[in-house]
């Protein structure tokens, strides 16, 4: 059985320690609002694991603070209550 890649399936750490699996990641803004929709009631003890590849520089507001010419791989944990997305 092959496991499932964090790349395409984030998951949410909730309240009690719960480790939820999410749809697979499509990178549409709708995803983040369906999120929100399923787990904002966790509020500030809601958390989103999310590991993301960028082969160059990102188009929204949150940058990688070292230029490179080379891919990088980020890991997020991402406190839920309060983050925002938002075009450059």
Known sequence: ?????LFDRHIHLGL????????EFTGDMSWYEDYD????????????VALYRFEEPWTSWE????????PVVA???TVGEGTTHRPR
Do not use: C, N, Y
């Open 16 to 23: 009690g320690g719960r480790a939820i699996p999410q749809p």
């Open 37 to 48: 929709r399923r787990h904002g009631d966790d509020g500030a003890d809601g958390r989103l």
């Open 63 to 70: 940058m990688h603070p070292a230029d490179t010419d080379e």
């Open 1 to 5: 059985m092959q496991g499932k890649s």
């Open 75 to 77: 890991l997020f944990v």
